[in-house]
């Protein structure tokens, strides 16, 4: 196991990568630009520290040399940690990007890149996050659905509905516009935080998953799609 611990900074990164030629680029332009970082070369590795301590974000390749990166995506989120993945893998095809955004990564960045963008998305996802999770807002209702930003806990008729990061903020942002259609392109954008093929339909995916958590049987269906515009939730209130 090799583990590099560099020094005192704002941000607690986690690198998962095992090209040693690779993670050190990584590894000394973070430190440079201010973060410390611990750099796991292994799945295995990786798995053990993820659930360690609370990373500000975890830096995750996809091809391993023994746990596949698809694997400790779901790892992290079964663990309930909503810890940001920004994906960084040389798989560049939008399928690929699909599948992990599919899995719990919340961002990713193919192989190569420019450092200055890897720098950008890490203080974006951040920020992002920081805005979604780490506030006092009111707690945001829509018929008998509650939504509490500051506990990342949602309700329907006093029951907890457990929900994924992704799936979170996808209705944390339809709560937040009752009653407004927001086009996929917004959607994407704001959730995920990069803009992707426009063929992509990791929006649908995610409406549908949200649709058999919240709009169950027994209970008056909220979420709607209007045809060609995109997605909204109604409320009669």
Same mark, same amino acid.
């Given at each position: ?119 950008? &998305?890490?203080?974006? /996802? ?5 805005? !979604? *999770? %780490?506030?006092?807002? $009111? +707690? ?43 086009? &996929?392109?917004?959607? /994407? ?5 990069? !803009? *992707? %093929?426009?063929?992509? $339909? +990791? ?35």
């Amino acid at each position: 196991m090799y583990l590099y611990i560099l020094n005192t900074t704002y941000m607690e990164l986690l690198l998962v990568e095992d090209n040693r030629r690779i993670s050190e680029f990584i590894v000394k332009g973070l430190e440079e630009s201010g973060f410390s970082v611990v750099l796991a070369e292994t799945g295995v590795d990786a798995r053990s520290l993820i659930t360690q301590k609370n990373w500000d974000l975890i830096l995750l390749d996809i091809m391993l040399p023994d746990i596949d990166g698809i694997e400790l995506l779901q790892y992290t989120r079964y663990k309930k940690i909503h810890t940001p993945i920004l994906v960084v893998s040389a798989l560049g095809e939008p399928d690929d990007k699909v599948k992990a955004l599919d899995y719990g990564a919340d961002d990713y960045l193919a192989k190569p890149f420019h450092f200055s963008e890897l720098i950008a &998305r890490i203080n974006a /996802l951040t920020r992002r996050v920081k805005m !979604n *999770y %780490n506030t006092t807002d $009111n +707690v945001l209702t829509c018929a008998d659905l509650f939504l509490y930003p500051d506990k990342h806990l949602v309700e329907r008729n006093g029951k907890e509905i457990k929900l994924t990061l992704q799936e979170f903020m996808l209705l944390k942002l339809l709560m937040e516009n009752k009653n407004k259609v927001l086009p &996929r392109s917004q959607i /994407l954008d704001t959730v995920w935080g990069i !803009n *992707y %093929n426009s063929n992509t $339909n +990791v929006v649908d995916v995610y409406i549908s998953y949200l649709r058999n958590k919240i709009d169950t049987e027994n209970s008056e269906k909220l979420i709607e799609t209007v045809k060609g515009r995109g997605y909204l939730i109604r409320t009669k209130e």
